[in-house]
């Protein structure tokens, strides 16, 4: 049954200990709540997509515990995005070791990208949908930013003269303390950039609503690396961040 599957999962495990530019997280160990060191800005960031034949794709609750990993060599597909002003998207394919539909939940469970050391973390977000055949496994995982579209707003609140970057910082901070998530959001005023008032309701908006609103105002943002990073940052290509 799926208790047998999940138990033979676990038993595939082995320790593996990440970075993200300051956060160090052991997903392997019971889940505490990383620690923000720095992230640097301005970020560079790849446009596109990244196709893969090396990196290492984990399988992990919301809080950081690792159900299984995925070397390249167990991989039929790999393919992820790195989008600003939208939600990106990972696509993987694996040869099924033992998988049953209720091993890999949508919303529940989340992919992790790493380098081919499996050290360095490149992309993360939320599965959203999988199909679970005799012989193959695919997944489709958003970044964190999908949830927006899945959460109310709970910020009640008026601002005044306030950079776009602030007012999304909140309603994610909200976002991420409703979901339990092991992050924290980038704030980035825009020194050059328009302050507005705006306020916010508890009224069955979503977050993504917000957001757009604020988009419309001169907000940018993008998820880097599973870390939403709300306000301006250098766009240029970086290769070495799919390599």
Same mark, same amino acid.
């Given at each position: 049954?799926?208790?047998? #599957?999940?138990? #033979?999962?676990?038993? =595939?495990?082995?320790p593996l200990t990440v970075s993200l530019v300051g956060i160090v997280v052991?997903?392997?160990? *019971?889940? /505490? ?8 800005? *301005? ?10 034949? %090396?990196?290492?794709? /984990?399988?992990? /609750? ?24 939208? %939600? ?19 919303? +529940?469970? &989340? +992919? ?10 490149? &992309?993360?977000?939320?599965?959203? $949908? =999988? ?12 970044? /964190? ?6 959460? =109310? ?5 008026? &601002?005044? $003269?306030?950079?776009? $970057? !602030? ?15 092991? %992050?924290?959001?980038?704030? =980035?005023?825009? *020194? ?9 309701? $508890? ?6 609503? +917000? ?9 940018? &943002?993008?998820? !880097? @690396? ?8 250098? @766009?240029? *290509? ?6």
């Amino acid at each position: 049954g799926t208790a047998g #599957s999940q138990a #033979s999962i676990t038993a =595939r495990l082995r320790p593996l200990t990440v970075s993200l530019v300051g956060i160090v997280v052991d997903i392997t160990a *019971p889940p /505490t709540p990383p620690v923000l060191a720095r992230f640097k800005l *301005p970020i560079a960031l790849p446009s596109g997509s990244i196709v893969s034949q %090396t990196q290492i794709v /984990t399988l992990r /609750t919301a809080q950081g515990v690792q159900l299984d990993q995925w070397r390249a060599s167990e991989q039929l597909g790999l393919k992820w995005t790195l989008e600003q002003r939208e %939600t990106s998207v990972c696509e993987l394919s694996v040869i099924n070791d033992g998988y049953r539909p209720g091993d890999i939940m949508p919303w +529940i469970h &989340w +992919i992790d990208v790493f380098d081919d050391q499996g050290r360095t973390l490149l &992309w993360s977000g939320p599965v959203t $949908a =999988r199909s679970i055949g005799r012989e193959q496994v695919s997944i489709s995982a958003r970044d /964190t930013s999908a949830l927006a579209a899945k959460t =109310r707003v709970r910020l009640v609140k008026k &601002w005044d $003269a306030t950079d776009p $970057a !602030v007012i999304a910082g909140e309603h994610y901070a909200e976002l991420i303390d409703h979901h339990g998530l092991n %992050t924290k959001a980038v704030v =980035r005023e825009d *020194p050059m950039g328009d302050r507005f008032d705006f306020s916010s309701k $508890a009224d069955g908006t979503q977050v993504d609503g +917000i957001i757009t609103q604020l988009v419309s105002r001169g907000l940018y &943002w993008s998820v !880097v @690396r599973g870390v939403p990073v709300l306000g301006p940052w250098d @766009r240029k *290509p970086v290769a070495a961040l799919g390599e």
